[in-house]
Every structure is written in structure tokens, then in C-alpha cells.
């Protein structure tokens, strides 16, 4: 495996503004000189001494790179890795050396939407967003043959997996579910990522679902079930709290010795107060308006 090394350069200012310019005049001057003498020696040579500068001038311009912020530039000579450049400047290397240009800046990865099977076997529509930069330049370029795609189809690799291993709704409490658990969901999502990307010099700074849904061909039946499910959960803390207001009925008028009842007008008493708590309507009472008996 081969590792980012920072690599040092020579500042490409110096070459630019004295180098070039010291060599062009140079030539300059040479042929002048040539012209202004008798010499044939100096005739020959000046041309040829032209030629010569310029085909320097040419290597050091190649030589010359730029390196902007949150760029690096992997330089390799003759297919060996020299080292990489992260400093902001105009720099010089050697002429034959291929520079290449990686990003480190952030950025992000919105996957497709993917139908797959949660753990419970429903079709589900999952898409994620991945945050990730390039952290190790040497590791990006030469281990795998290329990082983006390879963050896309590993990021949907890894999403795809995860989705597998959970339920989309916990039917136990406790359990972990993609609808519910977002934050364990996604530090989750983002290890598995991590764990696939790390082989390409990638780190991944957050990934998170960005839509979850059932599929279209079960979507009907699963709303159905969540309603009733709802109901359910609702009618039960209805009922729970109408008996608890009926034993503190039961309590009050004993403690307080304001009536006597025996079972049959308790279990009367029980019942109209449940249907009165309980009902979805209004219930409509009848007074009584003589003996209790």
C-alpha cells in the first residue's frame, strides 16, 4: 500500500521571474553578439544557441505548477511516486514529472433511491447522503482505479447492506428500527461506509437516510397497518386512564361515606362510566329522577 509523503519543491517565483527571463536574455544576447561580428564560429553557434534557450525555457515552463487551496498534487516521475504537494503557491519540479490533481476539499455523495428488503422481508425505497474528503492523495490515486466512482458504488454497497440488517418499524420496544433510531442509523450507516472507503484514502465526515419509504406495491397495506397501530396505542392509554378515573370514583364515594353500593350497582356504575370515558361520541345520559331504587 503506498502512502501519502509530503514532498518539497523549489518556489516557482524564482524561476519565473529569473530564470526564464535571465535565459531569454541571454539567447538575446548572444545572437545580437553573433550579428555584430565577423566570426562564422559565432554565426553557427548563435542560432544554435537559440534554439538551445528555447527549448529550455519551454522545460522550465513545464516544470512550473500552481497548487490552490484545498488542492494537492500527486507528482510521479517515470511511474514512481515522488510525493505530494498541499501548500498554496506557484512551484518547480522537474520537467518530466506528471502532476496530477486531487480535491481534498468536502464534499457530497446523494445516492440513488434503492429498493431493497429490510429485515423483515418488506420492499423498501432507501437513498443515503454521504460526506466525505479525501484525506491520504497517494492512497486515492493509486489503489484503487477511481475514488469517486469508487465512493458511489461502495456508499450504495454499504447502504444497501445496513438496510438488511434492520427493520423498518420496531414492532418491540426496544428495538432498533430505520424509522425511528435516526441518530443509531446513521453513525451505523457511516462505519460501514468508513470501514469500505478507508482502503482508497477517503474519510467520511457523516452519513445520514436522506428518504425512506415502503414500496409503492405494499405502501397502501403498511399505512394501513401503521393506523392501526395508532389506534390501538391510543385506545389503550384511553382505556388505561378511564379505569384509573372510575377506581378513583369508586374510592372517593367510599372514603367519603357519601352513598353505600353493592356489587351489582358498582359493576352498573363501572360500566356507565367506561362507555361515558370511553366512547367515541357524546354519550347522551338519562336522570333518574326518582328513588335510587
Same mark, same amino acid.
Not at 87 to 104: A, C, D, H, M, Y
Not at 208 to 213: K, N
Not at 241 to 258: D, K, W
Given at each position: 500500500?503506498?502512502?501519502?509523503?509530503?514532498?518539497?519543491?523549489?518556489?516557482? #517565483?524564482?524561476?519565473?521571474?529569473?530564470?526564464i527571463?535571465g535565459?531569454?536574455?541571454l539567447?538575446? %544576447?548572444?545572437?545580437v *553578439?553573433?550579428?555584430?561580428?565577423?566570426?562564422d564560429?559565432?554565426?553557427?553557434?548563435?542560432?544554435?544557441?537559440g534554439?538551445?534557450?528555447a527549448?529550455?525555457?519551454i522545460l522550465?515552463l513545464?516544470g512550473?505548477?500552481?497548487?490552490?487551496?484545498?488542492?494537492?498534487?500527486? #507528482?510521479?516521475?517515470?511511474?514512481?511516486?515522488?510525493g505530494?504537494v498541499?501548500?498554496?503557491?506557484?512551484?518547480?519540479?522537474n520537467?518530466?514529472?506528471?502532476?496530477?490533481?486531487?480535491?481534498? =476539499?468536502?464534499?457530497?455523495?446523494?445516492s440513488?433511491?434503492l429498493?431493497?428488503?429490510?429485515?423483515?422481508?418488506n420492499p423498501?425505497?432507501? %437513498?443515503?447522503?454521504?460526506?466525505?474528503?479525501?484525506?491520504d492523495?497517494?492512497?486515492?490515486v493509486?489503489?484503487?482505479? /477511481?475514488?469517486? /466512482?469508487f465512493?458511489?458504488?461502495q456508499?450504495?454497497?454499504?447502504?444497501?447492506?445496513?438496510?438488511t440488517q434492520?427493520?423498518?418499524?420496531?414492532?418491540?420496544?426496544?428495538?432498533i428500527?430505520?424509522?425511528s433510531?435516526?441518530a443509531e442509523?446513521a453513525?451505523q450507516? =457511516?462505519?460501514?461506509?468508513q470501514e469500505?472507503?478507508?482502503?482508497?484514502?477517503?474519510?467520511?465526515?457523516?452519513?445520514?437516510?436522506?428518504?425512506?419509504a415502503y414500496a409503492q406495491?405494499?405502501?397502501s397495506?403498511m399505512?394501513?397497518?401503521?393506523q *392501526?397501530s395508532?389506534?390501538i396505542?391510543?385506545?389503550?392509554?384511553?382505556? /388505561?386512564?378511564?379505569?384509573?378515573?372510575?377506581?378513583?370514583a369508586l374510592?372517593?364515594?367510599?372514603?367519603?361515606g357519601?352513598?353505600?353500593? /353493592?356489587?351489582?350497582? =358498582?359493576?352498573?356504575?363501572?360500566?356507565?362510566?367506561l362507555v361515558?370515558?370511553?366512547?367515541d =361520541?357524546a354519550?347522551?345520559?338519562?336522570?333518574n329522577?326518582?328513588s335510587?331504587?
Amino acid at each position: 500500500m503506498i502512502n501519502e509523503t509530503n514532498l518539497r519543491v523549489k518556489s516557482g #517565483l524564482i524561476v519565473l521571474l529569473l530564470g526564464i527571463p535571465g535565459l531569454i536574455a541571454l539567447a538575446i %544576447g548572444v545572437n545580437v *553578439a553573433a550579428a555584430n561580428t565577423n566570426s562564422d564560429a559565432l554565426h553557427v553557434f548563435g542560432p544554435i544557441f537559440g534554439l538551445i534557450s528555447a527549448i529550455c525555457v519551454i522545460l522550465l515552463l513545464s516544470g512550473l505548477f500552481a497548487v490552490s487551496p484545498n488542492q494537492a498534487r500527486v #507528482l510521479t516521475l517515470f511511474g514512481r511516486y515522488q510525493g505530494t504537494v498541499r501548500e498554496p503557491g506557484l512551484w518547480f519540479t522537474n520537467p518530466f514529472t506528471q502532476k496530477q490533481r486531487i480535491s481534498v =476539499k468536502v464534499r457530497n455523495f446523494d445516492s440513488d433511491k434503492l429498493k431493497v428488503n429490510d429485515l423483515d422481508g418488506n420492499p423498501i425505497v432507501i %437513498g443515503a447522503v454521504v460526506v466525505w474528503r479525501v484525506i491520504d492523495t497517494a492512497e486515492a490515486v493509486f489503489e484503487v482505479d /477511481d475514488y469517486e /466512482d469508487f465512493v458511489k458504488v461502495q456508499s450504495e454497497a454499504a447502504l444497501r447492506n445496513m438496510a438488511t440488517q434492520y427493520p423498518y418499524d420496531a414492532h418491540e420496544e426496544g428495538n432498533i428500527a430505520l424509522r425511528s433510531h435516526t441518530a443509531e442509523i446513521a453513525e451505523q450507516l =457511516k462505519v460501514e461506509v468508513q470501514e469500505r472507503l478507508q482502503k482508497a484514502g477517503v474519510e467520511v465526515l457523516e452519513a445520514r437516510i436522506s428518504h425512506l419509504a415502503y414500496a409503492q406495491e405494499i405502501a397502501s397495506a403498511m399505512l394501513q397497518r401503521q393506523q *392501526a397501530s395508532a389506534i390501538i396505542a391510543a385506545r389503550t392509554r384511553i382505556v /388505561d386512564g378511564a379505569v384509573g378515573m372510575v377506581e378513583m370514583a369508586l374510592e372517593g364515594l367510599s372514603e367519603r361515606g357519601i352513598v353505600e353500593l /353493592d356489587d351489582e350497582r =358498582k359493576a352498573q356504575m363501572v360500566s356507565n362510566l367506561l362507555v361515558v370515558l370511553c366512547s367515541d =361520541k357524546a354519550t347522551q345520559p338519562i336522570v333518574n329522577a326518582g328513588s335510587m331504587y
